[in-house]
């Protein structure tokens, strides 16, 4: 089933915004150059001190699927931004894309096509490329060795509770607005790591769309900064919270945080 610019499948996509003024407008272009032009973007600030808020106003001015909500206090990370996008969203589809990613061309209109033809999947996640904060391309995001031995060890579904290898801003997702990110601060970082867990919990079906479709932004002053340990050092806070709550075994428990350790470790 090959989708076309009229198909009346609404996709939303929900982008949190805070102090990305040198990125936003980037971003909403490379949404609204889409090959598939059936979308809402919703673009939810947490109260932004910069000047990113104008930026997306003069978008919203142009071009009527742009549209900017204003949070009434600062959250400090995306978790609540995409809860407010989810509760406000219409489409039968939602992507989420932070506000200094960059999405290729085709990447709606691919992953709209290859849900449609696979009605068992429920979340689509894409390959993607690294680029620096001049949007200067450096190399396809692999899959790390980690993944490679637990593909052999374990089946794929169980994988996903050791590592999170679905980065967020590439993914397409049939709509539930049930399932919500977890608004915990102690796991800003890894907040969509858990989403991806408790939607697969919910028996959603997970695939790679295996194209690069994404360019994902490394910067200083960005949350995934790969510079930084902080992701590492929440996603052990995030294991342990499961471990009390008996969601997951002591040993993969351990697997895990060994893993995480040595990474914070190689800093």
């Known amino acids: ?3 076309n610019d009229n198909n009346k499948l609404l996709v939303t996509v929900i982008t949190p915004l805070y102090n990305a003024q040198d990125y936003i407008a980037e971003t909403i ?29 003069k978008y919203e001015e142009q071009d009527s699927r742009v549209r900017l909500i204003e949070s009434e206090f600062n959250f400090g990370g995306p978790a609540r931004p995409r809860n407010i996008g989810l509760d406000n969203a219409k489409g039968d589809y939602v992507a989420f894309l932070d506000a200094d990613d960059v999405w ?3 990447k709606l209109k691919k992953q709209v ?12 996640h894409t390959l993607a490329e690294v680029i620096d904060e001049n ?6 995001i692999r899959k790390s060795k980690l993944y490679d031995v637990l593909s052999i060890l374990l089946n794929k579904r169980n994988i996903l509770y050791y590592i999170n290898y679905i980065n967020i801003n590439s ?6 607005k049930k399932i919500k990110f977890v608004e915990d601060k102690n796991i800003i970082a890894v907040e969509d790591w858990k989403y991806w867990i408790d939607n697969q919990n919910n028996g959603k079906a997970i695939k790679c769309f295996n194209e690069v479709l994404l360019n994902y932004r490394v910067h200083d002053s960005s949350i995934s900064n790969r510079k930084s340990d902080i992701g590492y050092r929440k996603s052990i806070y995030m294991l342990t919270m499961l471990l009390l709550k008996k969601e997951i075994s002591l040993l993969h428990y351990f ?3 060994v893993f995480h350790i040595l990474k914070i470790l190689k800093k």
């Open 171 to 176: 993914t397409l997702m049939r709509i539930d």
């Open 113 to 124: 096509s290859f849900l449609e033809k696979n009605t068992t999947v429920n979340i689509c």
């Open 1 to 3: 089933m090959e989708v």
């Open 29 to 57: 272009e490379s949404v609204i150059k889409q090959s598939y032009q059936n979308f809402e973007m919703l673009i939810i600030d947490d109260c932004s001190t910069d000047n990113s808020r104008d930026i997306v106003r």
């Open 104 to 106: 290729l061309p085709e």
């Open 255 to 257: 697997l895990s945080s």
């Open 135 to 140: 949007s200067i391309n450096k190399g396809k």
